[in-house]
């Protein structure tokens, strides 16, 4: 470093960097692109084509009744919501929380982008095979676990995220051999149920609207 | 001799991060220099028997770390102090020092003994019960010197020990470097030369993986006469003017 | 920091200690101290109340019933979250960067693993086990005949490590943050898988941890004769073979010795031999009536029936139950004393009814099974009535009500076309010269007979006693009989019961 020369870059600095003097435009896809990176969505998205796979597998084999029927299903729809609720982690820290107005954007933007994601794997891994509950059920499901993930995230860290919606789905198991009627364990109530829609919707947007505000909760030294 | 290294080089894909380098030390407290990406770190690394050597031979405390008995050995009579130390931030400070001096094969008896003096040595007896996530940068530095030096170790490495430190504790520090000197091989890498100054019996300088300068710090000292070497200070002088002198041979060579 | 201290320094290490068990004992205290799993602790003491201590509990204190829930619904429940935090302990060097400064001790690797391993299966237990204790602890409090199983408490322990053990090594060979979800979402997803491979009737997914003694109903087994064991033992050969295979991998990873090395191939080896053994057990699984049995390791002993002291009611014709049922006596009672006190005394009519122990008929699609039901016979009759495999008051949302409904839609049915008659062809030679819409004047008056003591016993429709046309003199004619005094009922029974089974009273006889 020298004293001199901290307001101009050196002149080789560009090339030497590959980087580019960008556009807003290009300037803002390439914080995209990096802030998805440092989330893992790539990963994240891989996987959510693993289970989109598994499922395809699975509805193969599985009976058209039952609970094993729900049990499959299900549990890949709370991988789901567990994968998207660890992509909120930040690796950062404070120093990313001192930034600007983007982040709340960015974290809603990963969120929207992961979550249709995994919809549309599901419904890929799903189309034309028989799912209990239909593909409307399945959307309700993911929206309402995917919401659990999100809390838990504010609440535990982002790496402990999948606590919520696992610890869900075991409630959910027992609820549907006790048959269960509250519309708080959504999954046991018909797809078109409009008590089960609300509760799944509201526990999604206090998810998207916590980890948007707040970001995951920081876990100290990771 | 408890280091002697013969040609040693390390690679990382094309990087050549440690060219050949060749040096030999006993007891006392060795400062290793250089500017960034010089191959410190990595030489340290191969010393802490983290990674092994491209080529070249290197023997520790008279054995060879390529085996795994003689290794075993070695890491039992080793203290490393990474750059970058990771932790656990639950532990208390004790426990983490504690569970270095088991990982390490100390005699379970021995260990709650050594555990209370390595923490008192390093200033931070009365955070002994302080979970590692309460602590500032610096103190964390200290549990890392801590665990580093629990198991009174023969062969001590440390990697920008005194980061974080404030003035006051980077002179408790090198005090502390030379008590251990006197009965270890003590290698120090850093940046800041007045640690070297104070504390080295000889230093060594690296560049670009290469040793460029191997005596005590009085003839770094003396490299810098005759020469409008850069630096605040006479070390810092002879500093620049070994690395210029390294740097244009370099050039003519190439 | 203080170069000169008051205790007198010695210089450098002792010569080379060997890792002693207190070693092993102080690593152990540190890392039970901090170990992730025990802040999962409250989390998993709230999912087994809810998903097996209150199930438990609703159900009748039975030491199979209870014992059946501690292997399927808290395996359920633990193991998938257990091997999640497993996962997450596993990449801990990972998450934290310590990874060097552990790799350069002289311990070896994989001692250290080892030693996180098993304080995070030390908690797991801890969670396991404690549930077990509360659960098995009040039945034995409420349980009026038998004691607390200990092979699915042991099937379950082993899933415990054995689940903790995949975990661990799944987080340290790849310490993403993506670990411990995709492990935990692995296990569930195996669990699930082992269930749809039972009902596909598939032998060697036997070896499913949360399959207990097959399709037979959890109330079936380890009463009348003792709990089998042959399939727990597969179980338990499978997941520790499992664990110690997992295990060994991991230490043939670690940076070690020769010596190292071997142990961890053997153990390795070892456990994979296990394993496959387990499988290969499983694969020869038959299920007898009173559970699972796997000749290689099947011990006769245990097919010896297990001699006890019946509880009988009160009555004309006592019910007599299996002292493991007493909570079921009143049901039972209520359920068939309005038909037995019509029929007691009667040519023919029982003169006590005693539970057996089901006998498994045969095998149905889907893993199921078709348990043998009530049946009359014997000098003097008894009727012998298995009440295994029936939904029991408490299990799901059956009611006592519900219960007693089952218990009359089987045993009055069956006793009634036993006493009477009154099911099969016209007896007049000419079978097939009818149709079967239309019976003949004798069967038609044995049916009426039925039709109004089922009435009166309070058969629900629909259960075996043939329905009479609505408006028809038959229906009229079984009225009037159902309408009778009790004394008036019995009476005529008394006088006419053996000319009505054999065909001889006509419609017209009838009062």
Known sequence: MTPAGVDRPPSGLASATGMRPAGPRLAGLRLVRLYLASRRALTCLLVLVAFAVVLRTALHWMPRSGLASRQLPLTIQAGAAALIGVTTRSPFGEPERATGRWLPLLRLGTVTLLAGAAVGALVAGSASAHLAGGTLGMLRDLAGLTGIALLTAALLGGTLAWVGPLAYLVVTLHALQAAWTTPWVWPVRPPDDRGAALCAALVLAAGVAVITMRGARDTAGE | MNVEISDLTRRFGRTQAVAGVTLATGPGVFGLLGPNGAGKTSLLRMLATVIPPSSGRLRLLGRDPGVYGPRREIRRRLGYLPQNLGYYPGFTVVEFVEYFALLKDMPAGRVPGAVATAVERVGLGDKARAKLRTLSGGMLRRVGIAQAIVNQPELLLLDEPTAGLDPEQRVAFRALLRELGQHATVIVSTHLVEDVGAACSQVALMDQGMLVFHGTPGELTARAEGTAAAGDAPLERGYSAVLAAARSTAAARS | ?511
């Open chain 3, 1 to 511: 920091m203080t170069a000169a201290t008051d205790a007198p320094v010695r210089h450098g290490p002792p010569r080379a200690a060997s890792t002693g068990p207190l070693t092993a004992a102080r690593l152990l205290r540190i890392e039970l101290r901090r170990n992730a799993m025990l802040w999962m602790l409250p989390l998993l003491a709230a999912l087994f109340w809810f998903s097996t201590y209150r199930p438990s509990m609703a159900l009748p204190p039975w030491w199979n019933l209870r014992g059946t829930l501690l292997q399927q619904q808290a395996l359920l429940g633990f193991a998938p979250l257990m091997a999640g935090v497993a996962a997450w302990m596993g990449s801990r060097e990972g998450r934290r960067g310590t990874a060097d400064l552990v790799g350069v001790t002289a311990l070896p690797r994989w001692a250290g693993q080892l030693a996180t391993w098993a304080a995070t299966t030390c908690w797991a237990m801890v969670a396991y086990l404690g549930g077990v204790a509360v659960v098995y602890g009040i039945t034995a409090r409420q349980a009026t005949w038998g004691g607390p199983l200990g092979w699915p408490v042991a099937v379950g322990a082993a899933m415990v490590a054995a689940s903790c053990a995949l975990g661990f090594a799944a987080g340290t060979l790849v310490p993403s943050r993506f670990s411990a979800p995709l492990v935990a979402v692995t296990v569930f997803l195996a669990l699930a898988a082992g269930a749809i491979a039972i009902e596909h009737n598939s032998t060697y997914a036997q070896i499913w941890p949360l399959n207990v003694q097959g399709a037979l109903p959890p109330d079936t087994f380890g009463t009348f004769s003792p709990y089998l064991p042959d399939l727990a033992i597969t179980q338990v050969l499978f997941l520790a073979g499992l664990a110690a295979a997992v295990l060994g991998a991991l230490g043939l990873r670690a940076a070690g010795g020769r010596w190292l090395r071997c142990a961890a191939a053997v153990a390795a080896a070892a456990g994979l031999a296990a394993a496959g053994t387990g499988v290969g057990l499983a694969g020869t699984a038959r299920p007898e009536a009173h559970g699972i049995v796997i000749p290689t390791l099947h011990d006769t002993a245990n097919d010896k029936p297990i001699a006890y002291t019946p509880v009988c009611s009160q009555a004309a014709v006592p019910v007599c139950l299996h002292p493991a049922y007493r909570s079921l006596l009143p049901a039972v009672t209520a359920a068939l004393d309005p038909l037995l006190s019509e029929v007691a005394g009667l040519p023919g009519a029982p003169v006590r009814v005693w539970q057996v122990a089901s006998t498994h008929l045969q095998q149905r699609p889907h893993n199921g099974i078709e348990l043998s039901g009530p049946v009359i016979g014997g000098s003097p009759p008894v009727v012998s009535l298995p009440l295994s495999g029936m939904a029991l008051p408490g299990e799901g949302h059956t009611t006592a009500a519900e219960f007693i409904r089952q218990l009359r839609s089987q045993v009055p049915p069956m006793l009634l076309n036993t006493l009477i008659g009154g099911d099969q062809l016209d007896t007049n030679g000419q079978q097939g010269s009818r149709s079967a819409r239309q019976p003949s004047p004798s069967v038609l008056a044995q049916q009426v007979i039925k039709a109004a003591l089922a009435q009166v016993a309070g058969v629900p429709p629909d259960s075996g006693v043939p329905p009479l046309p609505p408006g028809s003199p038959a229906d009229a004619a079984a009225k009037r009989f159902a309408a009778l005094p009790a004394a008036a009922r019995h009476a005529w029974l008394v006088d006419h019961l053996t000319r009505l089974r054999a065909g001889q009273i006509t419609l017209g006889e009838l009062p």
